[in-house]
């Protein structure tokens, strides 16, 4: 395998080894045949894939980058999509779910701004083409996305706030994607314009989960929610979602702090330049990571116990990686997920919305 380690490390936080440990064990976990599962003879699915690629790729593992897009290439399915859940070489769940299509956009986008290969990004194009095209399909009347496709085709009633923010940004990339090797996409940019007024102005077009931290740091870290609305939106939901000195709560209810979710508001607040704030959170996570670079899904407290039981997950690491990433502006896609990064987008709302384009 070809690497080269190219993230530093965070002083005081991870040094630089540890850095390089964990992206070894993330490359690792890939199987032959290019797939990255969860954990050791688990289950994978693409937006996970994704995420775990473009770890690997700011770490410098392009081999096993390329083998994971490799993989997406040659499993995507006629539609431009991919099933949830893949088992090896099966088929775990065939339910089609927007937000797992979408992200490949991100990932290809995200391998060009690293490496500069436009020539692979040319050759993933029509992938990602596909998939986004496939996403626009299920866009509603309201902007918002229809979230998945049960396994006999019909669609779901409701869309998902953490996944159209997700497909948001997806739908972002994608469009810079297109500008990058002169191709026009403009069905692409009027879907997130849409898509974008839906998640800030419209919160009951999706279902009522705001439970979920997702819920709560997502559109800010999508680059949907901005500017002072991002810095209160944050504030807002601080209290709740953060278990001081801990990290992040999955769920808002039950004091169980996930390394992911903790990694993804190190890049929320990145976002926004509160670094302060990203670099504290993102030293919490040190009480999840194992000597073998791998991290612990999520801890409980007060007993300190893991859930799910000594669950190490390749998307946990793969999200920290790429939190480090940020906070040391290592790569040149260090600031993907930052405001003003990617191209802007209109505001374009539903036909009747009573806000008018803002």
Known sequence: MRATDVLGGVPGVLTEQEVATSARHLAGLQLGSGLIPWFPGGHADPWNHVECAMALTVTGHYDAAD??????????????????????????????????????AAGVYHHLVVTGDVDAAAARWPMVERAMDFIVRFQRADGAVTWSLDASGRRESYALLTGSSSIYHSLRCAVALAERLDHHRPAWEMAA??????????????????????????????????????????????????????????????????????????LALDALGRRDEALGLLAQTGRHRNDDGSYFTGL????????????????????????????????????LFRHGVLPDTLDWPESGCSLGAI
């Open 300 to 335: 409980v407290y007060p007993q300190r116990v893991t859930f799910p039981g000594l669950e190490t997950s390749s998307y946990t690491a793969a999200a920290i990686l790429l939190a480090v990433d940020a906070v040391t502006d290592s790569s040149a896609a260090a600031g």
């Open 193 to 266: 314009g849409r898509l974008g007024h839906a998640v800030v102005h419209h919160p009951e077009a999706f279902a009522p989960k705001d439970e979920f931290a997702m819920d709560w740091y997502y559109p800010v870290l999508a680059g949907a929610v901005l500017a002072d609305a991002a810095h209160e939106r944050l504030d807002a939901g601080w209290s709740r979602y953060v278990m001081d000195d801990y990290g992040v709560r999955c769920v808002s209810s039950n004091d169980w702090v996930t390394a992911a979710e903790t990694a993804e508001t190190v």
């Open 67 to 104: 083998a994971a897009y490799e993989w997406l290439a040659r499993n995507q399915l006629g539609d431009g999509s991919w099933f949830n859940y893949y088992l090896g070489a099966a088929v775990k769940d065939p339910r089609l779910d927007t937000n797992v299509c979408a992200y490949v």
